[in-house]
C-alpha cells in the first residue's frame, strides 16, 4: 500500500538578498532609536512623577501643620466661650436666686419697683415707694 500526502509541500522562502536586507535593518535601526527615546521619555516622566511627588508631599505637610495650628487656636477659643457661658450661666442662677429669695420674703422686684416708680402709676392709679429698713438677715424690721 502506498501512502499518499493530500497535504501540499510548503513553500521554501526565497533566499534574502540585499534588497530585502537593507530595509530590515533601517528598520532594526529605527526600532532602536525608538526605542531610545521612548526609555528617555519614560525616566523623565519617573522624574516629573518624582518631583510632583515630593511637592504635593511638602504641600500636604504644610497644610497639615497649618491646620493644626487652627485647630489647636480654635479648641482654646471653644474653650474660652464654655468658660465664659458657664460664667453667664452662674451669674445667671445667682441673679434668678437672689430674685427668688427677694420673692421669698415679700419683697417686689428691683426693676418692677423701678419701673413703677418711674411710672407713678400702676393701673391708672399713683403709687407711692415706701421703702421699710431691713435687717443683716435680710428681713424687713418695723
Known sequence: MASSDST???????P???????????????????????????QGLKQDLKNWRSKLD?????????????????????????????ELRNTLHQQQDVTASLRNLGLQDVSEGAKEAEDGKVEGKDVE?????????????N
Open 129 to 141: 415707694m415706701h421703702t421699710l429698713p431691713i435687717n443683716e438677715n435680710g428681713k424687713e424690721v
Open 58 to 86: 511638602t504641600q500636604v505637610k504644610f497644610y497639615r501643620d497649618e491646620l493644626t495650628e487652627l485647630k489647636k487656636t480654635l479648641n482654646v477659643e471653644v474653650e474660652q466661650l464654655r468658660t465664659e457661658f458657664q
Open 8 to 14: 501540499p509541500p510548503l513553500p521554501v522562502a526565497p
Open 16 to 42: 534574502p538578498n540585499k534588497e530585502n536586507i537593507t530595509p530590515v535593518g533601517s528598520k532594526i535601526a529605527e526600532l532602536k532609536e525608538s526605542r531610545t527615546e521612548l526609555l528617555n521619555r519614560i
